[in-house]
């Protein structure tokens, strides 16, 4: 064929979302690939003496960040109903149940926990996951909670999480009102539209 | 042009839901709708679709540039005073524009008429960047489809590549995303380029419109109280300039896409001044402004009377005979109103059918089809496929 009118490739694993089966809440953690600039230098560890292998001088603090993503998981990690669907995304016996206020549910076993920065006292870690699912676009790949996919497969630890900002962001300290946008989108909700369309765009 | 019956995928629901495609049904009725598709001749699309829409482009521009120049007209286009600095500084900075719509009336014979612009904030964009793009992969796959069929749709590719440029252009590797809260479609339209921007290589943040947050500092914030220097919006300007926050437009200095200068393509003056300084112009319908020279021309029978701002078809009426009959109402209308001739949608079969032409910058970047049951109201559109052949 001669030149394409169309795309000529999609990056359809980007183009993936999250889970294939929606889990039930999915919390942001966010800070890994969502922040802005700052970013560092992290690596992900299978375990907690496999980062006291790397840091043998830090010992402690692998013990913090290892108990911090465990406690983020605990908080972030995706939610199913049923082990069934649990174990479609992450494989046979990747899942525990968790019963929590009266409920219960089910979500995979951390995988390991990435660090950034261990040395300082700023350090921070999340929980990671991976999946062994024949069904999973996350099979043998590296996760995070929020359901962003590493590049690469398992052996790869270490991951520039943030390219150097070109320009420094603006100070904030505080934010001191919200709601000020999104007012009209109110008013114009308000009137009772025929308009099947809930969107402001056109 | 040619409307053919298909058979649906067997996987396409569970495709939509691996992929989040989650708007393919609204309130109970279809949208995405592949029960059949469109099919358009290689030179239907170049020469009556793609060569207009860039050169309506083109003219477009120039109402802009003299728009700006005439404190009368953007008087006239309801742009508030107090902001026409912002909006003739983002121009006059060449700030970049990221992608528009262009409605048509094309029946594949006649030339495509103009219905208008969706500068600001154009919807559908997943569906047809995307999704239909997935479609025709699949159909060609399972031989339903020939290996020579193609389509008019490189908007993800140029998606990508304008979204570098925009971050090139700011030097920025991070963007904000914004829409309103509880609508899937315009946050699903908001995900896709956020998607788009990661592929570009660029971090995107999301934060909902109303939950934009001024910090002491001034700048405009997240709900991480991260400062929003660079944000894609999908909310009207028209809207943002007349709500509390507007006052801190000038002072939080934040780089928009689209654009403020924007606000005037995204005005449906736009189509009596694109009259004005190009008549007669085989894409342009006549048009004018509500009561200045509504009887100029005799030869138009019928007329379309459309709200400055609107969304959706809302608030439009018919005007024949001298008198008007209503043909939607809605919550528009306050800043004034134009006429436009009446150019009814072609038909197939029991369907409207209107053409959604895409740019991406200044480049036609594809098309998205959709019919409606009425000819001119829009408001319950089914989106369809389409392939070249």
Redesign the interface.
């Known amino acids: ?1 001669t030149t ?8 359809l694993s ?5 889970f ?3 889990p039930l809440a999915v919390a942001v953690t ?1 800070l890994i ?5 700052n970013r560092q230098e992290g690596q992900i560890f299978t375990s907690v003496d496999d980062c006291k292998r790397d840091f043998p001088d830090a010992t402690q603090q692998c013990e913090m960040a290892y108990q911090h993503a465990v406690q983020e998981a605990a908080r972030t990690s995706p939610r199913y109903n049923s082990e069934y669907d649990c174990e479609y995304e992450f494989g046979p016996n990747q899942c525990q149940r968790v019963e929590r206020d009266g409920g219960s549910f089910f979500m995979p076993f951390m995988a390991g926990f990435m660090v950034s920065q261990l040395m300082s006292p700023r350090y921070y870690s999340q929980p990671i996951y991976t999946s062994f699912s024949r069904h999973s ?1 996350f099979r043998s790949r590296w996760i995070t909670a929020d359901g962003y996919v590493f590049d690469g497969g398992l052996n790869k630890r270490k991951y520039r999480v ?2 150097d ?3 420094p ?17 109110r ?2 909700s308000s ?1 009772g ?10 | 042009m040619l409307r053919l019956p298909s058979t649906p995928r067997r996987h396409w629901q569970k495709q939509a839901r691996d992929f989040g495609f989650h708007f393919h049904t609204l309130y109970g009725e279809p949208y995405w709708d592949e029960s059949a598709y469109y099919q358009f001749s290689l030179k239907q699309i170049e020469q009556d679709l793609e060569a207009p829409t860039e050169e309506i482009h083109q003219m477009c521009l120039h109402v802009v540039n003299e728009v700006i120049n005439d404190e009368q007209l953007l008087t006239k286009l309801a742009i508030p005073e107090q902001h026409w600095d912002l909006v003739s500084h983002s121009w006059r900075q060449q700030q970049p524009s990221l992608y528009s719509r262009l409605d048509f009336v094309y029946d594949g014979t006649h030339p495509a008429k103009l219905l208008e612009n969706n500068a600001d904030t154009p919807t559908s964009l997943y569906e047809s960047g995307f999704w239909q793009w997935l479609w025709l992969a699949d159909k060609v796959d399972s031989g339903e489809l020939s290996r020579q069929a193609d389509q008019f749709n490189s908007l993800q590719e140029k998606l990508i590549a304008r979204l570098k440029e925009i971050a090139r252009f700011y030097g920025v590797q991070q963007m904000h995303f914004a829409c309103c809260k509880d609508t899937d479609e315009d946050r699903g339209t908001v995900q896709y380029l956020q998607d788009c921007a990661g592929e570009a290589g660029l971090s995107a943040d999301f934060v909902y419109i109303e939950d934009i947050g001024i910090s002491d500092t001034g700048y405009f914030t997240d709900l991480s109280n991260r400062p929003i220097t660079d944000c894609f919006k999908l909310y009207p300007w028209e809207f943002i300039l007349n709500e509390e926050f507007a006052r801190y437009l000038p002072e939080a200095a934040v780089n928009w896409i689209e654009p403020p200068w924007k606000s005037i393509l995204s005005n449906k003056g736009l189509l009596p001044l694109l009259w004005k300084y190009f008549p007669d112009h085989p894409n342009l319908l006549p048009a004018y402004f509500y009561g200045e020279a509504a009887s100029a021309s005799t030869e138009v029978l019928r007329w379309i009377k459309k709200p400055l701002f609107s969304r959706e078809g809302a608030n439009i009426s018919m005007l024949a005979a001298g008198s008007e009959t209503p043909l939607s109402d809605g919550p528009y209308g306050e800043e004034g109103f134009i006429i436009q001739a009446y150019c009814p949608l072609p038909r197939f079969g029991d369907n409207h059918t209107l053409i959604g032409s895409w740019l991406v910058d200044d480049q036609a970047a594809g098309i998205s089809v959709r019919e409606d049951a009425s000819s001119i109201t829009q408001d319950t559109s089914r989106y369809l496929p389409h392939i070249i052949l």
């Open positions: 064929m394409l009118k169309r795309s000529q490739f999609i990056n980007r183009m993936r979302k999250h294939a089966l929606k966010g690939v969502s922040g802005c600039g676009p943030s390219p900002v070109y320009k962001k603006p100070t904030v300290n505080r934010t001191m009102n919200r709601g000020g946008f999104g007012s009209s989108v008013a114009k009137w539209s025929s308009s099947r369309k809930g969107g402001w765009g056109g």
